[in-house]
C-alpha cells in the first residue's frame, strides 16, 4: 500500500523558514517523480514544485521560485520542501503527491497534508 | 499561462442523477487533463487522466470526454458517495487546476 505521510508544518513567522517532509513507503520510489501541491484554506489546488527520479528536472511555480527549494533522498525514501522567506499567502495544507511516472504530472498518490500558517 | 475554467461551481443533483462537469483549457492541451475528487478533510483522489482513462479501481460510472478544448467530467448514476468537489488539472504545461466544482446533495 502506498503510503506518503508529511511532517515539519506549523507556524512560521513572515521571512523565516521552515522545512517540510515526506516519508514514502510502498512504491519503488526511485522509479517516480514527486510533486508537492498546496491549498489554501478554503481554496483550491496549486502545485508549488515537483522533481524527478534523480533529481535531475526540478520546477517551480513562479509564486515560490526563488525562495523554495525542492530535494529528495532516494536512499531515505524522503522528500523535502525547504521554505524560505516566508510570506502570509504560503499558508496552505502542503501534499506530498507521487507522480504516475516520471514527471507525467499526473497525480495518483497523495499524502494527507501537513499545514504550513504564516502569521506574526 | 494556460487557464481552466471549470463550470458550474456547484450543483445540487439527486441520487441516480447523470451529472456532468465541465472544464475549458485558455488554449489548446490536447488530451492532457485530469480529474480528481475531494471529500471534505481528505487528500483529492485522481479519477480521470488522459482526458478519459480511467484510473485503477474507479468505478465505471465516471467518464471524461474531450470536444476541442472543452473537456467534460460525467458520473453516469450519481451515488451517496459521489458527493465530493471535483478538480480538473492540465498537464500540458506547469501544472494548473480547475477552480473546482462541489456536488451537493439535492
Known amino acids: 500500500e502506498v503510503q506518503l505521510v508529511e511532517s515539519g508544518g506549523g507556524l512560521g513567522q513572515p521571512d523565516r523558514s521552515l522545512r517540510l517532509s515526506c516519508a514514502a513507503s510502498g512504491f519503488t520510489f526511485d522509479n517516480y517523480a514527486m510533486h508537492w501541491v498546496r491549498q489554501g484554506p478554503g481554496k483550491g489546488l496549486e502545485w508549488v514544485s515537483g522533481i524527478s527520479w534523480n533529481s535531475g528536472n526540478i520546477d517551480y511555480a513562479d509564486s515560490v521560485k526563488g525562495r523554495f527549494t525542492i530535494s529528495r533522498d532516494n536512499a531515505k525514501r524522503s522528500l523535502y520542501l525547504q521554505m524560505n522567506s516566508l510570506r502570509a499567502e504560503d499558508t496552505a495544507l502542503y501534499y506530498c503527491v507521487k507522480d504516475i511516472g516520471d514527471t507525467f504530472y499526473i497525480f495518483d498518490y497523495w499524502g494527507q497534508g501537513t499545514l504550513v500558517t504564516v502569521s506574526s | 499561462a494556460i487557464h481552466l475554467t471549470q463550470s458550474p461551481s456547484s450543483l445540487s443533483a439527486s441520487v441516480g442523477d447523470r451529472v456532468t462537469i465541465t472544464c475549458r483549457a485558455s488554449?489548446?492541451?490536447?488530451?492532457?487533463l485530469a480529474w480528481y475528487q475531494q471529500k471534505p478533510g481528505k487528500a483529492p483522489n485522481l479519477l480521470i487522466y488522459?482526458?478519459?482513462t480511467l484510473e485503477s479501481g474507479v468505478p465505471s460510472r465516471f467518464s471524461g470526454s474531450l470536444s476541442g478544448t472543452d473537456f467534460t467530467l460525467t458520473i453516469s448514476s450519481l451515488q451517496p458517495e459521489d458527493f465530493a468537489t471535483y478538480f480538473c488539472q492540465q498537464f500540458k504545461s506547469y501544472p494548473r487546476f480547475g477552480g473546482g466544482t462541489k456536488v451537493e446533495i439535492k
Open positions: 488522459d482526458a478519459s
Open positions: 488554449q489548446g492541451i490536447t488530451s492532457s
